[in-house]
Nanobody
Framework: VQLVESGGGTVQIGGSLRLSCAAS????????IVWFRQAPGKGREGVSC????????YYSHRVEGRFTVSTDSNKQTTYLQMNNLQADDTAVYTC????????????????????????WGRGTQVAAST
């Protein structure tokens, strides 16, 4: 069971990046993937969740409208397209997998319990600066 992120880097404020999270060793369609991020000196926060079977996506209010999550089931890969990156988006981004669908809310956000995640990637650094 493995998750491997790629696509991080440094961009100017307002720029874009696309992260990838490649999954192996488990049945991708039976799970959901959450993208987390952790900025220096801050706690980890979930920014997006996608249910692999339905492609239903949810976002934190901090990234809604700027980030888009998607999956390619054939490649067992989840993508996070990040547009209009701001300085406070600078963080290590990590994907994690849990069984079943996302725990979405009617408002489009989601909640999670970190103990539900059985696989975590090693993370990829994203930085936005002037």
């Amino acid at each position: 069971v493995q998750l491997v992120e790629s696509g991080g880097g440094t961009v100017q404020i307002g720029g874009s990046l696309r992260l990838s999270c490649a999954a192996s060793g488990f049945t991708f369609a039976d799970h959901h993937i959450v993208w987390f991020r952790q900025a220096p000196g801050k706690g980890r926060e979930g920014v997006s969740c996608i249910t692999a079977m339905t492609n239903r996506a949810y976002y934190s209010h901090r990234v809604e409208g700027r980030f888009t999550v998607s999956t390619d089931s054939n490649k067992q890969t989840t993508y996070l397209q990040m547009n209009n990156l701001q300085a406070d988006d600078t963080a290590v981004y990590t994907c994690a997998a849990a069984v079943g669908p996302c725990h979405g809310t009617p408002g489009g956000s989601f909640f999670y319990d970190e103990s539900d995640f059985f696989s975590w990637g090693r993370g990829t650094q994203v930085a936005a600066s002037t």
